[in-house]
């Protein structure tokens, strides 16, 4: 199960433990708080000593009052060109509607063994890192 908790930077930015295939949906209290966020990098880092294979995917999710739901644009593919990587930066997100959670869950991605973090770097919708 994906545990999350607050950076070494701390404010809004997470870190997520997770195996390499993590059942969805998130559990309540899960994800990036995306309020007043104007935008994050989502990294993903394979354990220490440990490297990428290039498979597999990070399923998105939002939270709102309703819970969480599947979030298909927010899909992001793990492809080759992270293979033999230890670290890698899948993309950089702006937050069209800052408000509700963001989590992404692993889904058979490819670690040389095992599981994965996934970081959050936050900043505001003032720039400011958060």
Same mark, same amino acid.
Request: hydrophobic content about 35%; charged content about 15%; glycine content about 16%.
């Given at each position: 199960?994906?545990?999350?908790?607050?950076?070494? %930077?701390?404010?809004? %930015?997470? $870190? %997520?433990? =997770?195996?390499?295939?993590?059942?969805?949906?998130?559990?309540?209290?899960?994800?990036?708080?995306? /309020?007043?966020?104007? *935008?994050? #990098?989502? $990294?993903?880092?394979? #354990?220490? *000593?440990?490297?990428?294979?290039?498979?597999?995917?990070?399923?998105?999710?939002? =939270?709102?009052?309703?819970?969480?739901?599947?979030?298909?644009?927010?899909?992001?593919?793990?492809?080759?060109?992270?293979?033999? =990587?230890?670290?890698?930066?899948?993309?950089?997100?702006?937050?069209? /509607?800052?408000?509700?959670?963001?989590?992404?869950?692993? /889904?058979?991605?490819? $670690?040389?063994?095992?599981?994965?973090?996934?970081?959050?770097?936050?900043?505001?919708?003032?720039?400011?890192?958060?």
């Amino acid at each position: 199960m994906a545990t999350w908790g607050p950076t070494a %930077s701390g404010g809004r %930015s997470v $870190v %997520s433990v =997770q195996a390499t295939t993590e059942a969805g949906p998130p559990a309540d209290g899960d994800g990036v708080n995306v /309020n007043d966020v104007g *935008g994050f #990098d989502l $990294v993903v880092e394979a #354990d220490e *000593g440990q490297t990428l294979s290039g498979t597999g995917e990070l399923v998105g999710y939002r =939270q709102h009052e309703s819970g969480w739901a599947f979030a298909k644009d927010s899909a992001v593919t793990i492809d080759s060109s992270a293979n033999g =990587q230890r670290r890698i930066v899948v993309t950089g997100w702006t937050v069209a /509607n800052p408000r509700g959670f963001v989590a992404h869950l692993a /889904n058979g991605v490819g $670690v040389s063994a095992g599981g994965l973090r996934l970081y959050y770097y936050c900043t505001t919708l003032r720039g400011v890192r958060a």
